[in-house]
Structures are given as structure tokens and as C-alpha cells.
């Protein structure tokens, strides 16, 4: 077999407003409660911008590792929720798929994980996740978080994967509602 | 907010070498068994160029829409599992993220999926999902499936993706079991 195909690239593209509104926050976020509001902000960007109402990001302690927005409208793809962009950025930062275990490392949600980031988290090394909205939020949207446990805050922990929620939950909510409102695209 | 910060590229790279193994193929594929043949082809090829055991495509009936592999070691993204590239490959082709479902679509997968791709499924788009090596294959080799429900079949069904399972499992293990043997990196 003689090598003839090009290699085919795979690409989501994180666009550089969002570390433009990083760029307005402090750089140290000491609570959960300062690494939601970024979160928070990043996802009401990205509904300005015609994008969903997510966004994620993934710190070491107090330090901003990777941010990140729900990306599936623009690019097309169905992997492209916001936790999961958040988690390739961590990744490709750090150059190895576990590097994030090299330290307590977060995974700060505006909304509880659907089922795909649910089952993604497990692989990506993150101790920690903190999450804003939660499931019931997404769905009275009209948002569908398929099928994930009934107890997965309890899967999580057993697994190691400590569990935060609920931390500025109204503001969260509101972001998505708002998107609802305006007649976003539910996906 | 001035726009300053560059754009962000989160990249997986498919090698060329895929598609060249595709290319050793007839171009059509009739039989659960024909698309199987080359996923497994896939996962072994992908074994001999150091990536994990696992290759996975979608089909659009007979034809062949996307092929890929496992990316985790090559690309260090823990989303990287060959299902996952396959589906991203395929919405890529087709510039949106639900465009698999304009027509009867199945992922065929050299493995049961672990949970993450359990998860990533029900967003893809296709409507059929078709595996080689079980669960318990994989974990036999070391592999960690993750948290995924005990009637997961059942649940792809309940949302309208029919599952057939057990095509070529024998020869799709043992790639899988072949990979441990040789000590290859087990996540």
C-alpha cells in the first residue's frame, strides 16, 4: 500500500473574542463564584454573536487553564458543546490527552453536562466539575440533555469527580431562557 | 472589547493512510459484515502505526461517507475514540451537524462504545449503530468502557437508533487483544 491521501484535518475553532472577554476579568479567579461569572459572560457572548447559550472553561485552582463557547452552530459539529471545547483546548495546551490530572484541575459549566459531556469528563482528567444552570434548566428551554443517570453527581464523585452545583444558577438560567426568547435554534 | 486575541484551532488529524486502506476495499459496501471487514482492517492498521485498537465509519447505505481511528495517543485529546472522528469526519463532509439524518446513516464501530461515544450517538445523527468487539472484550484487554447504562441497547432504541451487535467479534477482539499483548498503552 503506497501512501497517496492527504491527511484530513478535523477542526473547531475557538474564535479570539472569547479570550478578548477573558481579557476583561481579573486574572485570578480564587472562587467558584469568580470562575462562574466568566463562564457566564462567555456564554451570553457567544448568543450576541449568534452562537448557543453555553460556555465552559477549565482552571488549575485559581488560574484559567481554557476557555471556551458551545461551537456546534458554527462548525457544524455535534461534539462542539462548549465542556468539550473547553476540554480539547485544556488538552491540546497541555499536549496529552490526561495532562489535566497532573494537577486538581476544574471543569466550570454554565449548565449541568448533557449525556455526551457526562460520559466525556470521565476521560478528560478533570477532578472537579462545577456547573451553573442545572439539567431542568436546559430542558425547560427545550434543550434535550438525553440520557444520562439519574444519580450522576453520585457516578462522578464514586469515579473521583467531585461535584459543585448550582453556583449562580439564576444568571445562568437567564442567559439560556433569553435564547429561547429570541427564537435560538434548539439542538 | 476590541477584537485582538487570534483564533484558537482545535485540530484531530485523520492520516492519509486511511484512506488508502479504503482504497484497498471495493467501493461498495453491501453487508453489515463488508463495512465491518474494513473497520477492523482500520483498527489493526492503526495498531501497527502505534494508535489504539479501535477504527470506526459511517455509512450512508452501501457507501462510505467517513473512515477513521483511534486519535488519543497521536492527537493527546481524550475525545479522540474512532467513533467520535468518524462522526466529526462525516458532519465535517457534510458542513452541518445534524446532516447525517438527510438520509439512513449507520456508524459501524470495531467496538461497543464506551461512555462518552454512548453519549456523543444520540446528538450524530445517525439512525444505526453497528459493533464488533463487546464491552467486555474491550475491558478484557484493560480498556475502561466507563459509566454507561446496563440496558444501553435498549436505550439507543428507545430513541430511534437500532443497535446490531456481534459482527465479526472475534476477529474485532482479537486486534483489541493483540494490542494488549504487545503492551500498548491502555486508557
Redesign the interface.
Known sequence: ?????????????????????V??FPGRFETDDARMALVIALSRHNVERGGGPFGAAVFAGPHLVAAAVNR??D??????HAE??A???A??S??????ASAGAHSLVASAEP???????I????VDRLCCGATTADAEAAGFDE????EDWVR?FED?GVSVTRFVRRDEAREVIAEYARRGGRI?
Chains 1, 2 share one sequence.
Open positions: 500500500m503506497v501512501k497517496s491521501a492527504p491527511d484530513t484535518l478535523l477542526v473547531i475553532r475557538v474564535p479570539g473574542w472569547v479570550d478578548d472577554v481579557g476583561t456546534v452552530l462548525s457544524g459539529l455535534s461534539i462542539a468539550i471545547v476540554l480539547m483546548r488538552q491540546q497541555f499536549g496529552a490527552f490526561a495532562a448533557c449525556c455526551q459531556c457526562f460520559g466525556a470521565f476521560w478528560s482528567g438525553g440520557p444520562k443517570p457516578v469515579r439542538y
